[in-house]
């Protein structure tokens, strides 16, 4: 908890912040580390180390030197023993432990496994440095000591940073950085850019045009003496990794971070390593990441099938979703076009089943988010994604899509399925059909669009529907109950949207009556519903989405402070019931419930109708 850290702006562990200091600091951002012992040159000063102070006595008197030299505004990173990763907990933490200083002001803190954090507004990753190369150390020294901290503090990892990691860092949750790596890999006539580094002697010509490197060419570089040639390396490697953050602060404004990284990430192995295990880190990285973007999901390489969206939207198909009362079950392809429903392929599917798609389930095969029942095409990323379309499917993509086709086949069951699809969707059709011991009926004659595989289609669901009825107005409350399971969890479709209830506009705006009142909207650019007063009134008694304020009556959003408590399932852009002595409302969080909890600035929650209780 801290006056001086504010987050302003989120892209799943990403952030953009403040430095609350007296020349406010921009996050992420990268230090010049020669000027952090120095209380003239910046707004960080470092005490220094303990090794050379000596004990705590002069480490409490170098505090207050540099204190009565910069007051209150600046912080300053209290003296520090610095162990090595590999040091002995018992020696690293007891000699931390004896620390315990003091301080009244903006305050940094070293920090390493196992050792308790004291109030602080930034904390030090000891010996980040020692992790290059070293994926899971880090990934795991990383995200112990983050999850041991509050929400609303500064990381920084020092002398680590280069231009072909800050991306991945910032992506983790690093807020500060420093240029440690890019000066001393000046010295050692290492040219860096953001796609790796490259000794002097091996560069043919200088790949940059920055202010450093416009004037000369390779070989007059070449022939500089060393330290005149020192010189121009760290500038332009200060360069190139000021311009390289400046574009991931850009990418956490777009919400687009992520793309970045998978790409960036190419340029050394243990980054794409690092990529790959922070995935299976789920929930670290999940419960920080928004429910949904205004961007489009681009899923351009294998990592894509792992990614936070990818798979939050995966699982709760499986676990939140509930299919709607019909008993013949339709897989078809997925479409380039989004929502699929539009597309000219899906167009003839629907013109296909005339007026028996009423008496059908109509699930959708599709790489990387596996199914997709068509009630929930609209839901964010299923309407919102790209995939490069070459007609291959990879064995990952394939055994992916399988396992969740089989764990939905395994929990829902239908007397009839109708698969309509070819190639690669039929393979993992017949695979699961035959790990589960069912039948499934193939309609498509080699081409899914053609018109004998069409007649096909039609004919075999007119030949199951025989008999049936069933009413238009019913399959429009299936689409909202869907919705409304996926957003808030299963079983709070039937609450919002009973039998009672009616279905007004035309799809995709559909607004949900109750007794001549509205309840709720969908929002068809995220595929979401808006709730109102009276729909959040529904839901409140299951004490799902529910954040807890003190006893006032707020005014177009919540701060943090303001929370008493909040449900930890609640995630950026979520829609969220308001709950206090005074008032009852209902927003959009704009932070996770946990970091809500934690928060001592920034909006919780930014409101949208509030209903004062007398």
Not at 1 to 12: A, I, K, L, N, S
Not at 119 to 125: A, W
Not at 261 to 279: F, I, K, M, N, Y
Not at 394 to 410: I, T
Request: glycine share 6%.
């Amino acid at each position: 908890m801290t006056r001086y850290f504010e987050v302003q702006q989120r892209d799943g562990a990403a952030r953009i912040g403040k430095l609350l200091l007296g020349t406010p600091i921009q996050t992420p951002c990268v230090i010049e580390t020669g000027t952090l012992g120095d209380p003239e040159k910046g707004s960080l000063v470092d005490a220094g180390s303990l090794w050379r102070l000596g004990s705590k006595e002069n480490a409490e008197k170098r505090l207050n030197e540099i204190r009565s030299l910069v007051g209150e505004d600046t912080l300053i990173i209290h003296p520090h023993q610095s162990f090595p990763p590999a040091a002995p907990d018992d020696v690293a933490l007891k000699a931390s432990k004896a620390l315990d200083l003091t301080d009244s002001g903006a305050v940094g803190t070293t920090l390493r496994p196992g050792q308790q954090p004291g109030k602080s507004d930034l904390y030090v990753m000891e010996g980040a440095g020692c992790f290059e190369n070293n994926a899971r150390a880090f990934l795991n020294t990383l995200i112990e000591l983050k999850n041991n901290v509050l929400a609303d503090t500064a990381f920084y990892a020092p002398a680590i940073c280069l231009p072909e990691n800050v991306a991945m860092l910032v992506y983790l949750g690093v807020d500060v950085v420093d240029d440690t790596r890019t000066v001393t890999a000046a010295y050692n006539d290492i040219y860096l850019t953001s796609s790796g580094r490259f000794y002097l002697d091996s560069l043919s010509e200088i790949p940059c045009r920055c202010e450093a490197c416009a004037s000369m060419n390779i070989q007059e570089l070449r022939e500089m003496a060393r330290k005149e040639r020192a010189e121009i390396l760290v500038r332009h490697n200060r360069n190139v990794l000021a311009a390289e953050l400046a574009l991931v602060r850009e990418r956490i404004r777009a919400g687009t971070l992520r793309e970045y990284v998978e790409g960036q990430c190419r340029t050394r192995p243990w980054l794409t390593a690092l990529l790959r295990l922070s995935d299976l880190e789920y929930n670290y990285i999940e419960e920080q990441a928004p429910i949904v973007r205004s961007n489009q999901l681009i899923a351009n390489t294998s990592e894509s099938l792992t990614r936070v969206e990818v798979v939050r939207f995966a699982e709760r198909v499986i676990e939140r979703y509930n299919p709607p009362d019909v008993d013949i079950l339709l897989l078809l392809p997925c479409s380039a076009k989004k929502p699929y429903s539009i597309s000219n392929s899906h167009q003839r599917f629907i013109w296909a089943l005339g007026k028996n798609r009423r008496f059908v389930h109509e699930v959708i095969i599709t790489s990387p988010l596996g199914i997709v029942p068509r009630e929930l095409e609209l839901t964010y990323p299923a309407a919102h994604y790209d995939i490069a379309v070459t007609g291959y499917w990879d064995a990952e993509e394939r055994a992916w899509v399988a396992d969740l086709l089989f764990r939905y086949l395994s929990k829902h069951r239908y007397s009839s399925i109708v698969a309509h699809v070819e190639g690669a969707y039929r393979e993992i059709c017949e695979s699961v059909a035959e790990r589960l011991g069912i039948g499934m009926i193939f309609t498509s004659c080699g081409n899914v669009t053609a018109q004998e595989s069409l007649s096909a289609l039609g004919d075999t669901i007119e030949e199951l529907c025989t008999g049936r009825t069933r009413t238009p107005d019913f399959i429009k409350k299936e689409v909202m109950r869907a919705i409304a399971d996926y957003q808030f969890g299963s079983g709070a479709g039937k609450i919002l949207i009973p039998d009672n209830s009616i279905i007004k506009a035309t799809y995709p705006k559909y607004q949900v009556f109750i007794d001549k009142k509205q309840v709720a909207t969908l929002v068809p650019q995220y595929g979401t519903l808006a709730l109102t007063i009276e729909g959040t009134e529904l839901l409140q008694m299951r004490e799902k989405y529910i954040v807890k304020i003190d006893d006032f009556v707020p005014k177009g959003s919540i701060l943090a402070p303001g929370v008493v408590e909040a449900d930890p399932q609640i995630r950026s852009n979520d829609e969220v019931i308001v709950s206090g002595s005074k008032a009852f409302c209902v927003g959009r969080a704009l932070m996770g419930g946990k970091e809500m909890q934690e928060s001592t600035r920034g909006i919780a929650v930014d409101l949208r109708h509030v209903k004062k209780i007398k």
